[in-house]
């Protein structure tokens, strides 16, 4: 989604678990996929911010509500299928 380019410098990914979470809200009127990645874009990015070791860490949790509910993300910075640094999205307890 163009929202998600707009939001990293890197590629960006989630897990089924979460893409799971974003189909279930999708079904909420007035819910688009570009608005619920923003937010949970925009969250992922304060959390950075906000974090006192966010650069030396691979990985940052934070909360973000989704059609009223809050779920606890985790967003991940590793190689993916090369050596190339790719973000994924998922739940905490998820690798």
Request: proline share 6%.
């Amino acid at each position: 989604a163009d929202s998600i380019r707009q939001h990293w410098k890197h590629p960006f990914a989630c897990t089924s678990a979460v893409w799971a979470i974003i189909e279930e809200a999708l079904a909420t009127p007035g819910q688009d996929v570009s608005g619920i990645c923003h937010d949970i874009s925009t969250i992922a990015k304060l959390s950075i911010r906000n974090a006192p070791d966010a650069r030396e860490t691979e990985q940052i949790r934070f909360d973000v509500i989704i059609t009223g509910k809050k779920y606890a993300l985790k967003l991940h910075i590793g190689p993916g299928d090369t050596a190339a640094p790719v973000l994924t999205l998922m739940l905490p307890y998820e690798d």
